[in-house]
């Protein structure tokens, strides 16, 4: 499985961008997606993501800025990002917890490349 992730940049402080992640290869079942992020010298934590089907979850810092997606037919996720702030500055990572076969009875864990945002002030 691959998640392959488009969309980081440089923008300024209160300015929008627009993150997708498209999942492709083995897959079954998408059981999470969603999306983390990690400052230079902070842990990755999580932004968004989808749990058990429709089911959201956001961050606290980014409730009410940020709205996550998808396109089930694409196996993609998107993630809006409005009103972004400096401290919003980090590698933004998608990740996907996968069934990859119906006969594989167990779920794996996949991360993306990785996708800079950087936001100025």
């Known amino acids: 499985v691959q998640l392959v992730e488009s969309g980081g940049g440089l923008v300024q402080a209160g300015g929008s961008l627009r993150l997708s992640c498209a999942a492709s290869?083995?897959?079954?079942?998408?059981?999470?997606m969603g999306w983390y992020r990690q400052a230079p010298g902070k842990q990755r934590d999580l932004v968004a993501r989808?749990?058990?089907?429709?089911?959201?979850d956001y961050a606290d810092s980014v409730k009410g800025r940020f709205a996550i997606s998808a396109d089930n037919a694409k196996n993609t996720v998107y993630l809006q990002m409005n009103s972004l702030k400096p401290e919003d500055t980090a590698i933004y990572y998608c990740?996907?917890?996968?069934?990859?076969?119906?006969?594989?009875?167990?779920?794996?864990?996949?991360w993306g490349q990785g996708t800079q945002v950087t936001v100025s002030s």
């Open positions: 990740y996907a917890n996968v069934r990859p076969s119906r006969l594989l009875k167990r779920d794996i864990d996949y």
């Open positions: 290869g083995s897959i079954f079942r998408i059981n999470t």
């Open positions: 989808f749990d058990s089907g429709d089911v959201t």
